[in-house]
């Protein structure tokens, strides 16, 4: 399948230099359309996947006895409801 496909791009590549520059400048075009849409999507598979990636790296800095959470109040009232403050 994999032959097919390079055959198949190679194909595409030579008709491509055989067409004259004004048609060439609409395959590119239609190209980059293409990529702009992907690129656009709001949840493509790359964006997912560098999401989960993120998340990933900074999840240590959120675990128990992080610095970033050191500061957590963990009192369950809600801070207006305190008398004694400023």
């Not at 293409?34 to 900074?58: C, F, G, Q, T, Y």
């Amino acid at each position: 399948m994999m032959q097919k496909r390079v055959m198949m791009k190679s194909e595409i590549l030579e008709i491509i230099r055989q067409m004259p520059n004004e048609e060439r400048f609409e395959i590119i075009e239609f190209a980059l359309r293409l990529v702009r849409e992907d690129i656009s999507k709001p949840n493509s598979d790359r964006e997912k996947l560098e999401l989960v990636h993120a998340a990933e790296a900074m999840s240590p800095f959120y675990e128990p006895g992080s610095e970033l959470v050191e500061f957590t109040d963990l009192n369950a009232e809600d801070f207006y409801e305190y008398q004694d403050y400023a």
